[in-house]
């Protein structure tokens, strides 16, 4: 930002010394001398407060939007709407490739309408890791890392090649190649620099007097929220949104609500990390925490170092909350040694934290808060959560019994269903059967199939990978094995893991037991689990066996891990190896044997867990700073592979019309230099009629291409062979495949088709059934508008740009809902399409809508403005008609501008058109 054109309102631009170096900042105490209470304001709304003080430009941001948060008072809520620019853009492989094939599209659209393709620039740091392709083909062998790696390039090859184009041709743009780490690991790890302005993350100090600031950071990814345990502002954005953002749009946002978590005491004797986050999501998730910061505070703090709070920071999204963050502080600083940061930048974060009141002590004033709640450590007990969601906390006593309610729920479900129909399912599934198999196996309801150390979430943190090594070597040492029929992995998100492990002799053991590394990469967590072993697979369809996985990530919803595997636990890593030793959810741990030595000598958990003194001393013995910047010095050379592969040169995209991996979106094709007036809808039907909690997993495609999809029909109509269709994941760059697979989720359930699961729906004129999507093309070609009803939570989970271009593509103008989440809400605007919310306190059901009427939705077209309500009218066959009023979804001006140029995308483009 150019400091010098800056009106300078509170005459705060200042100058910090730090060592023999000068900086320029903004300097907040100018505020508090102007009498705003600064000593007591929340951590985190500083550094918003640092933002609008920065970029204060008299238009975007005002002297007026500074005070109002300066003057921030709890439980008053806010109205007021600020402008937030984050300093940088953080991607992962499956939401990047979208957000670089619309930059590239963008550059074609600009060039259309006679401007520069190059201005189609990030304007601020974007970095990308890809971490989201790497499937468990092979596992428990030494060679099942380079197996999946060749695999995982076979398969993407041209997904790698086009982000390789952006990494040379998009200034600002630097991408970590595949089988190097996971995104939010090697951001906490290498990329985060806390307090911009003394280089980092590869890059040198720049040597003048440059400007220092907060590290604040959107991503694509909902976990974007782990760098909140290094104290960096973050949080998970659209695709879109983030777009947008590296295009120098403001996130818009409302001044939000601050929660004040109080942490006290210290974590007992064998009491983990991963413990600690699972029960404040529990807490958080009680107390309602849905589009507020978390802020954690208390004395407790300083014995929680920085690799236990990223993993509470990382399952923000589990809780609800838009961040999740704690102040720097001395730990702060402690593990940016550890990591390798130099002494310049480790100087710049504590001189600059403590010169704007944002370092932490003991002796910190208590800030004031919206609300609070309070957690000793002590009180902390083992514990894992599930079967089916993150929140449902389950200590470790409790699992055996728990499990027994939920089983028995599903044995019941599960009544007459023939084998037959389940193996017909797995297959369509995109699993396979053995042929001549022998089983090897003695699964039951109840099988652990599936123990994966996996997931940024707890492989960042050192205590509890070294803990995990111990006791594999205790249970080693003692002659045990792992269950033969559980599929056991290990994939961290850094390769300093590799290293500690190495060094201090415990991946040998962890290899004993079947825990060899697979990759870098998310895998397990995000359902890149791979194929379970082929007799297992068999009997489980067969007999169609109610079974179960153990991991150490962040996501457990049914059917996300597995789609044979009904119940999902998070776990610690040292769990998840006791429960792969175990073979069973049914049984308990701390008082039933785990297994049994070559003597028959019962051996239980309780033998093997290991002390907080033989972890320490392991640590201190095995991990260093050196590790960290020898690992991370090339971080973005690649191996072998990517370096051989060759990719075109130039400033625009040469699409390759025979791809099916990627393809020029049709999102800007014959957009008008200026947008046209926005018109109500008429004559809309229903394409999908849902009820509460419905996903973005189940909105978005993901996971297999089932055989009989509309997807695979079209990839097969392009001579893509059954075995190459890959996952959706892999095919978001293709919108023809990710359109077809909208709404295709297993366990959809669309009221519309009562008593089905899956993508499917009535094509209302007619009455036939039919796959959303063919429905869709139907409707398109008869010229008729389409609308879906919805419950509550509409959108939550994973941060998908999918789960809104998907409906867009599929025609859909409007959603109807009782609520929605926030990160989906913001899409659906991006996109063009309408959110729009039931009354306070009236349903669909209430409303007595049955989903097969026709809409109208009129008030848009006369006067668009932030919380609006439009007349709904909903005409039935006979003519009777049911009219609501709903509240327009649009809660901001620049929201209610993009959804009149029809998306943000088409807002941006237009204004840098016209500003050439």
Excluded at 200 to 210: L, S, V
Aim: some cysteine; hydrophobic content about 40%.
């Amino acid at each position: 930002m150019d400091t010098q054109a800056h009106p300078n309102t509170f005459s705060a631009r200042d100058t910090l010394r730090v060592g023999n170096r000068e900086y320029a900042y903004f300097r907040l105490a100018a505020l508090a001398e102007r009498g705003h209470d600064l000593a007591t304001l929340p951590y985190s709304l500083k550094i918003l407060l640092e933002n609008l003080v920065r970029f204060e430009d008299g238009r975007s941001v005002s002297a007026d939007d500074v005070a109002a948060v300066a003057s921030w008072t709890p439980g008053t809520s806010s109205s007021k709407e600020i402008a937030y620019r984050p300093a940088r853009v953080l991607l992962q492989d499956f939401t990047g490739v979208p957000c670089v094939v619309d930059l590239a599209a963008m550059r074609d659209a600009i060039a259309a309408m006679g401007g520069d393709p190059k201005r189609i620039n990030p304007l601020q740091p974007v970095e990308l890791v890809i971490d989201h392709s790497v499937q468990v083909d092979a596992w428990a062998s030494s060679d099942a890392f380079e197996k999946n790696a060749q695999l995982e390039f076979e398969r993407n090859g041209e997904r790698y090649a086009f982000l390789k184009w952006g990494q040379s041709s998009l200034d600002g743009f630097r991408a970590v190649p595949p089988d190097t780490g996971i995104v939010h690991q090697v951001n906490i790890e290498y990329l985060a620099r806390v307090i911009f302005g003394a280089g980092g993350a590869g890059e040198a100090h720049p040597g003048w007097t440059p400007l220092a600031y907060p590290d604040t950071v959107v991503g694509t990814d909902s976990h974007t929220t782990m760098a909140n345990g290094l104290g960096v502002l973050a949080w998970g954005v659209g695709g879109i949104e983030a777009e947008a953002a590296m295009l120098g749009q403001p996130v818009t946002m409302l001044i939000p609500d601050v929660i004040g978590f109080k942490i006290t005491g210290k974590l007992r004797e064998g009491v983990t990390a991963t413990d600690l986050a699972l029960q404040i999501t529990q807490m958080l998730r009680k107390k309602g925490v849905v589009g507020k910061f978390v802020e954690f505070y208390g004395a407790g703090l300083s014995s929680l170092p920085v690799a236990d709070r990223t993993v509470i920071g990382n399952m923000s999204p589990e809780y609800g909350s838009t961040v999740a963050i704690f102040p720097i502080d001395a730990l702060t600083l402690q593990y940016l040694r550890l990591t390798g940061r130099t002494a310049e930048q480790i100087a710049l974060v504590e001189a600059y934290a403590k010169a704007q009141g944002m370092f932490r002590t003991d002796d910190s004033p208590e800030p004031r808060f919206t609300d609070t709640l309070q957690l000793d450590l002590g009180d902390v007990v083992p514990n894992l959560a599930g079967p089916r969601r993150p929140q449902d906390r389950v200590p470790l006593t409790d699992v055996k019994a728990t499990f027994a309610v939920a089983l028995e729920e599903w044995q019941t479900a599960r009544g007459a269903s023939s084998n037959g129909k389940q193996i017909d399912r797995f297959e369509g599934e995109g699993g396979g059967t053995a042929v001549a198999a022998q089983p090897r196996t003695e699964v039951s309801d109840g099988a652990v199939v599936i123990a994966a150390i996996t997931s940024c979430t707890n492989t960042s943190n050192p205590a509890l990978l070294i803990g995990a090594g111990l006791l594999a070597k205790k249970a080693v040492e003692k002659g045990l094995h792992a269950a033969p029929w559980v599929k056991t992995s290990l994939a961290p998100g850094s390769k300093v893991v590799t290293d500690y492990l190495a060094k201090s002799g415990l991946q040998t053991y962890l290899d004993q037991l079947g825990f060899n590394l697979v990759g870098y990469g998310c895998t397990t967590c995000i359902g890149n689990s791979g194929p379970l072993g082929d007799d297992v697979a068999h009997a489980v369809a067969e007999h169609d066996m109610i079974v179960a996985a153990v991991l150490s990530g962040n996501r457990n919803f049914e059917g996300r891990i597995h789609p044979q595997v009904r119940a999902n636990y998070l776990a610690s890593p040292p769990l998840v190896v006791a429960y792969a030793l175990a073979g069973r959810m049914d049984v308990d741990l701390t008082s039933e044997p785990l297994g049994r030595t070559v003597t028959g000598e019962d051996v239980y958990l309780k033998d093997l867990w290991p002390t907080g003194a033989e972890i320490d001393a392991a640590m201190s013995a095995s991990l260093n700073d050196a590790m960290f910047r020898s690992r991370y010095a090339d971080v973005f050379a690649g191996d072998a592979r990517w370096a051989s592969m060759q990719v075109p040169a130039g400033e625009r995209y040469a699409w390759d019309e025979k791809s099916e991996y990627v393809k020029r979106p049709p999102y800007f094709d014959g957009m008008p230099a200026q947008p046209a007036p926005v018109r109500d809808i008429r004559g809309a039907r229903v394409l999908a009629m849902l009820g509460d909690s419905v996903t973005t997993d189940h909105i978005s495609p993901a996971g297999n291409i089932a055989r009989s999809s509309p997807a695979a029909k079209y990839l097969v109509s392009k001579g893509v062979d059954p075995a190459d269709f890959n996952s959706y994941g892999a095919r978001r760059g293709n919108h023809e495949v990710m359109v077809r697979g909208t709404f295709a989720n297993i366990r959809l359930r669309n009221a519309l088709v009562p008593g089905t699961e899956g993508g499917v729906t009535r094509y209302l004129p007619t009455g036939e059934q039919m796959s959303i999507f063919d429905a869709s093309e139907k409707y398109r070609a008869a010229g008729t508008p389409l609308i879906v009803l919805a419950g509550k939570e509409y959108g939550s989970g994973s941060s998908r740009d999918w789960a809104a271009k998907g409906p867009y593509l599929l025609g859909i103008k409007a959603v109807i809902a009782e609520s929605f989440e926030r990160i989906h809400r913001s899409n659906l605007i991006g996109m063009g399409i309408l959110p729009l919310q039931y009354p306070q306190g009236t349903t669909r059901e209430s409303l007595g809508l049955t989903g097969e009427e026709t809409y109208a939705i009129e008030g848009v077209a006369a006067k668009l403005e932030p919380g609006m309500t439009v007349k709904v009218t909903a005409t039935g066959a006979g003519g009777e008609a049911k009219s609501f009023d709903a509240l327009v979804r649009i809660d901001t001006p620049d929201e209610a501008d993009y959804y009149r140029h029809g998306g943000i995308l088409q807002y941006v483009l237009r204004q840098l058109a016209m500003s050439r």
